[in-house]
């Protein structure tokens, strides 16, 4: 059975940084484009960041130039460096393949609060 599984979360300042990673089994992401997500409370799942099999990345407006999303083919991986946190960026965090057809089951998700 095919999983992803969302890591990384957790309680955070304004302005600082965490990194969340995103890993699977019973399938390999080397040939997918993945991206992550993020729902706030009351909103719908946004898309935040894209990163293609070559390496291409493609972030929203509201984190560029504070996110980087990367990926690691050998582990299976995929990782999101979150800085400059902001109160805005408070949301449950997903990862999935960014082609709506293709998605994979939604894992849990990992809890991102930022708060002082």
């Known amino acids: 059975q095919v999983q992803v599984a969302e890591s990384g979360g957790a309680l955070a300042q304004p302005g600082g940084s965490l990194r969340l990673t995103c890993a699977a089994s019973?399938?390999?992401?080397?040939?997918?484009?993945m991206a992550w997500y993020r729902q706030a409370p009351g909103k719908e799942r946004d898309m935040v960041a894209l990163?293609?099999?070559?390496?291409?990345?493609n972030y929203a407006a509201s984190v560029k130039g504070r996110f980087t999303i990367a990926r690691d083919d050998a582990k299976n991986e995929v990782y999101l460096q979150m800085d400059m946190l902001d109160p805005e960026d408070t949301a449950i965090y997903y990862c999935?393949?960014?082609?709506?057809?293709?998605?994979?089951?939604w894992g849990q998700g990992t809890q991102v609060t930022v708060s002082s």
């Open positions: 019973g399938t390999i992401f080397r040939s997918y484009t």
């Open positions: 999935n393949r960014h082609i709506p057809s293709l998605r994979l089951s």
């Open positions: 990163i293609t099999a070559g390496g291409m990345t």
